[in-house]
C-alpha cells in the first residue's frame, strides 16, 4: 500500500472529523458546565430524537462496525449471535427499565438504588460495579482504534498501535472533561448519522453485487469461505463440545441482559425531560439499532463472499478489519480512486464511532467516581472539592488506565471483549436494578450481595478462563492458569448475581422500610417527584 493510494485521503479525513467534535467540544463547554445537571445530563433538554440519535450512537460501537461483521466473516452462522443478542436487548431495556429509570434516578444507577436503601455502601457498590464496567467496554474500543490506524497506515507494528491508542484516550478525555454531556451528547448524533449512511451505502453495494439476492450472497460466502455449507450452520466458532455449546448460552445470556445494566446507556434516560421522552427515545433507538445490526450482518457476509475469509483472516486474525477491507474491495480495490474513497471513508467512520463512544463512556464512569464514590465517602467533609471537578480529574484517570489495559488486551476480538463487559454489567448492576424496582422485601445488604455477588465471580471467572491463560490468543499465551472452561462468565456470574441478592436479603436481620418501596413504586410509574 502507497502513501498516496489509500493514507493521505483516510488521514485527511480523520483529521476533519477530529476538527468538528473538537469545535463541538468547544461550542458545549462555553455553555455553563458547573453545575451537575449540565455536566451529567446536558440540562435534560434533549428531544427525544436527539436522544434516540445518541443511544443508537453510544451503543453501535467499535465491536459492531468492526468486530462482528469479523466475526461473520470467518465463522458464518455462529458470529451473528452478536447483532441478535444486541438487539433482542432492548426490549428487556423497553419493557423494563427506560421509563422507570428516568422517573427515580437523576444522574447514575446509583440514584435509583438510593431511593429506598440505605445510600452510602450501595453508592459505593454501585460506583464500583459501574467503573468497572465502563473499563472493560473502554478497552475493547481502543483494541478497536488501534487496529483500524495500524491497517490505515499499512503498518501492524507495535508502534503505531500504542500511539493510536494514547491519542484516542487524550481526545476522549479532551471530549469529557470540557464538552460534558452536552459535547458528548452531539457528537454521537453526528457520529450517529455518518455510521448509519456508511452501513447503508455498504450494504446496497454489497447485494447489488449479488443481484440483490440474499441467496446468491449466503451460497458466495460458503464457497469462499473454505468450510462449505457448514459456514452457514451453527458450530464453527462455539463448536459441537459441551463447552463450546455452554459458551455459546453464556455469552447470549450476557449480550441480552447486559444493555440494561450499561451505565452509558442507563446516563441518557436522564438528558430528556420525562419518562414518556425516555420511552420514545428508546423507540427510536431501536429502529435505528435494529437496521444497523440487520446491515452488519450483509457486510460479514459479503466480506466472506467477496474476500474471502482466508483473505480477511490473513489480514487481521480477529477479522476486525474486514469492513474496511471490503469497502476498499467494492470500491474498484487497492490502488483505485473508488477504493481509495471508499477504504478512506469508512475507515474515518470508523474512527469516528470509536472516538464517540469512548467519550460516553468516560463520561459515565467519571459520573459513578464524582456523583457515587467521591460523593459518599467526602460527604462529611466541610469543605469539598466540587463534582463536576472530581468527574474531570477522574476523567484523566479512566483514559490513563483504559490506554493500559487497550494496549494488554490489542490482540482480542473487539466484539468479544465487549461480550465480557455485558456479562459483568448483567452480573452486578441488572439484579439490583431489577429487585430494586420490584421486590417489595428488597434491603440495603441484599443490594450489596447481589452487587459483589455477582462482579467478583465474573471479574475472577474471567481471570481463570481462556481469554487470560492457556490457550494462543490468550492474554498471557504462555501461562496457563485456566481452570474455568468458558470464555465468557455470564451463565454462572449472572445467576450468582441474583442468587445473592435473594440470600443477602432473605437472610439478615434488616427489614425493609414499606413506605420507602411505595413511594418508590408510584415514582416509577407515575413520574410524581421526578426531577
Not at 493514507?7 to 468547544?26: D, E, G, H, K, Q
Amino acid at each position: 500500500m502507497s502513501w498516496h493510494d489509500d493514507r493521505l485521503p483516510a488521514l485527511v479525513l480523520f483529521s476533519v472529523f477530529v476538527a468538528v467534535t473538537i469545535a463541538i467540544t468547544t461550542w458545549a463547554g462555553r455553555r455553563r458546565q458547573g453545575s451537575p445537571e449540565e455536566f451529567y445530563a446536558g440540562g435534560r433538554l434533549f428531544s427525544p430524537l436527539e436522544n434516540g440519535l445518541a443511544i443508537a450512537g453510544d451503543y453501535m460501537s467499535a465491536a459492531s462496525f468492526l468486530g462482528i461483521s469479523g466475526l461473520i466473516a470467518l465463522y458464518g452462522y455462529d458470529g451473528m449471535v452478536y447483532p441478535v443478542g444486541f438487539l433482542v436487548a432492548w426490549l428487556v431495556v423497553l419493557f423494563f427499565v427506560a421509563e422507570l429509570v428516568r422517573n427515580c434516578g437523576r444522574f447514575t444507577l446509583a440514584d435509583v438504588l438510593v431511593s429506598r436503601l440505605r445510600e452510602r455502601p450501595v453508592r459505593v457498590a454501585s460506583g464500583t460495579a459501574s467503573v468497572t464496567v465502563s473499563l472493560l467496554y473502554l478497552v475493547a474500543q481502543m483494541v478497536g482504534a488501534g487496529t483500524l490506524v495500524a491497517l490505515l497506515l499499512g503498518d501492524t507494528g507495535s508502534q503505531v498501535r500504542t500511539w493510536t491508542v494514547v491519542g484516542v484516550g487524550a481526545l476522549m478525555v479532551v471530549y469529557v472533561a470540557f464538552g460534558g454531556m452536552r459535547g458528548t451528547t452531539w457528537i454521537q448524533i453526528v457520529k450517529a448519522v455518518l455510521l448509519m449512511g456508511g452501513a447503508v451505502t455498504l450494504t446496497a453495494l454489497v447485494l447489488l453485487r449479488f443481484g440483490g439476492d440474499p441467496a446468491s450472497l449466503l451460497s458466495g460466502a460458503a464457497e469462499r469461505s473454505g468450510h462449505g455449507d457448514a459456514f452457514l450452520a451453527p458450530g464453527l466458532l462455539f463448536g459441537d463440545s459441551w463447552t463450546s455449546r455452554a459458551d455459546f448460552v453464556s455469552l447470549a445470556f450476557a449480550l441480552v441482559l447486559g444493555t440494561a445494566g450499561l451505565p452509558h446507556i442507563l446516563a441518557r434516560f436522564y438528558t430528556v425531560p420525562t419518562a414518556r421522552a425516555a420511552r420514545r427515545s428508546v423507540l427510536w433507538a431501536v429502529g435505528l439499532i435494529g437496521s444497523f445490526y440487520l446491515m452488519t450482518i450483509v457486510l460479514g457476509f459479503g466480506a466472506a463472499a467477496l474476500l474471502g475469509s482466508d483473505a480477511v483472516r490473513a489480514d487481521n486474525a480477529a477479522g476486525n478489519t474486514a469492513v474496511p477491507l471490503l469497502a476498499r474491495f467494492l470500491g474498484g480495490g487497492a490502488g483505485t480512486t473508488g477504493g481509495t474513497v471508499l477504504f478512506a471513508v469508512v475507515a474515518a467512520i470508523a474512527f469516528a464511532t470509536i472516538l464517540a463512544v469512548v467519550a460516553g463512556i468516560t463520561l459515565a464512569s467519571s459520573a459513578a467516581i464524582a456523583h457515587d464514590l467521591y460523593g459518599s465517602l467526602a460527604r462529611r467533609r466541610r469543605r469539598r472539592t466540587s463534582e463536576v471537578t472530581v468527574a474531570r480529574l477522574a476523567a484523566i484517570g479512566i483514559g490513563a488506565l483504559a490506554i493500559a489495559l487497550g494496549l494488554l488486551a490489542r490482540n482480542l476480538n473487539v466484539a468479544f471483549l465487549v461480550g465480557l463487559a455485558f456479562a459483568v454489567a448483567a452480573s452486578a448492576n441488572l439484579p439490583v436494578l431489577l429487585y430494586t424496582l420490584f421486590w417489595r422485601r428488597f434491603t440495603t445488604r441484599g443490594a450489596l450481595w447481589a452487587v459483589y455477588g455477582g462482579l467478583i465471580p465474573a471479574i475472577a471467572l474471567v481471570v481463570v478462563s481462556p481469554v487470560v491463560s492457556g490457550s494462543p490468543d490468550a492474554l498471557f499465551p504462555a501461562r496457563d492458569f485456566a481452570w474455568f472452561p468458558l470464555q465468557n462468565p455470564g451463565l454462572v456470574s449472572i445467576p450468582l448475581g441474583f442468587l445473592a441478592g435473594w440470600l443477602g436479603t432473605l437472610g439478615g436481620r434488616e427489614r425493609p422500610d414499606p413506605f420507602q418501596h411505595a413511594e418508590t413504586e408510584v415514582r416509577a410509574l407515575t413520574g410524581a417527584g421526578a426531577v
